[in-house]
């Protein structure tokens, strides 16, 4: 079965989709975390801007790999896990940036949905439910207000020891979900057949407790 949570940066998917896999015992995938790994090698390559030929030749030699490990997938660039480096501002406006461009989401596409073939998984992301999994079993939309997205957002950044402003935060958040909403492929938008959850009021608890609750009504009234 594959569960879908799509929606915008400080929505809470990346930690209840996490919680959710681990309490239903699917495998998870960060996709997101994919398209940062993606801006963390144009970063280190210095990948300057040559048009879309070039960059799809490039993406084949970046060595790029989801691994399985432990219930998640790990995201590695060249063997190494790339997590440390990849939640800062900087990589979260260039994936955001890059994730506009067709070679990069195709070169992705077939990543993401080796995923989905070998069992159970929950996949996080933009795009999971309208175009990589459309075929999903369960798919999820969360939203939140803007001010309380920038408020989580601000807060994961100071936990890791990042300094910046709430301001900073805001306009950031707000250049990237244009940005991710507005683009012509994959826009960031709930699949027709999403459940759309505000998890504004919502504790992270809370929002894992409902997901798994409709996951498991959809999975008893599903035909075998
Ligand atoms: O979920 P995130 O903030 O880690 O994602 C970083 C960027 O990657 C986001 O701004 C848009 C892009 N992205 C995407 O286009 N499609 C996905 N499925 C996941 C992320």
Redesign the pocket.
Known sequence: MVVTVDGP?GSGK?SASRLLARKLGFAFL????L??AIALAAQWDDMPDQGEAKLAAWLRKVPLEAISQDGSFLVLLGGQDVEPYIRNEAI?QL??RL?ALAPVREHLLGLQRAAGRDGDLVAE????GTV?FPQAEAKFFLTAGEQERARRRWLELKQSGQQIEMADVLADLRQ?DQR?SERSL?PLRPATDAVVLDTTPLSLAEVVDTLAKKVRERRTSAPR
Do not use: E, F, P, W
């Open positions: 940066a990346s960060d996709t997101g975390a398209y940062r979260s994936a955001s994730s992301g933009r795009d999971m990589v990237r991710d994959s």
